[in-house]
């Protein structure tokens, strides 16, 4: 066993310790910080595995971004100390059957299956050089059209966010209204029809 | 390379299983995003390691995991705006006191 393999295990044992403790603690900030040590131990993954870009790339979209976004939605929906309500025993019990029992059957497959090795023996380096003419590609194998789905797809989701966050105001109580007294002249002559006779009394 | 590709795999059943686990037991909203986050990255340290030890003249493997990456930033983004959505209107992100869409 050499250093390689030594890395490998105390990443993989890093990985999944992390993420038990992210399924399982009661606090949900700690929750939240365990699954963040998770992501970047998946990112030291890829590092191991020589894929830099897919590191960088995991680093930055979610350790940079996802698990802070669910960390603000934490601090907008629960006081920070507080501790979720444990699950009851009977689906602890029940959960830990099934999971067992999936983890068992995935492994006797995997361990069984005997995967054939790869036919070239040339080195597996990705220059992030490679990876930009591939998805900017528009002949075979490029991937181009994924791309541009890809950003569509971002776009109607940033787009779905801002609608659905959005707090809607109830029917009558119009955000203008509340600027009314400051400047009463135009503005406010559609909103409120008794005013607007005051103001053309003001005028004559 | 020391380290044989069925080994990768079972880091990563064992990830995608945890985090099931989670999904099952969890009934706070927050918590079970981030049973998926975890779901979805073993998905993809699966689509890496296939590419790095069965093909490792091509790249596709890197592409899919890469868009994985993408499209679960945008599902993790528009889960937290419904989240909050529903937070506003309930007071609650328990998945057992929201009963609008029952019977």
Redesign the interface.
Known sequence: MDASAIIFYLISAFILGTAILAVTSQKIFRSAIWLLFSLVGVAALYFWMQVEFVAAVQIIVYVGGVVVLIIFSIFLTHYSGSEMPKPPLKRILFSLLAVLFGFSFSYRIIAGYGFNAATTTKPFNVPVSAIGEQMLDTKKYGFVLPFEVVSMLLLAAMVGCIVIAMRSVPKGTSVQKQAAPIGANDGTNKLIPETKDLVIEDKS | M??P???????S???F??????L?????L??M???I??IL?SV??NF??F???????K?NG??F???I??????????A??????L??NHRS?DVEDVKEMKN
């Open positions: 020391s380290i590709l069925t080994h990768i795999l079972f880091v059943t064992a990830l299983f945890i985090g099931t686990y989670g099952f037991t969890r009934r706070n927050i918590t995003l981030m049973s986050e975890l990255n993809n340290i890496v390691a590419n790095k030890y069965l093909y490792p003249d790249l890197v592409f995991s890469l868009f990456i993408t499209v679960a930033a945008a599902e993790a983004a528009v937290i705006a419904i989240i909050i959505n937070y506003r992100i």
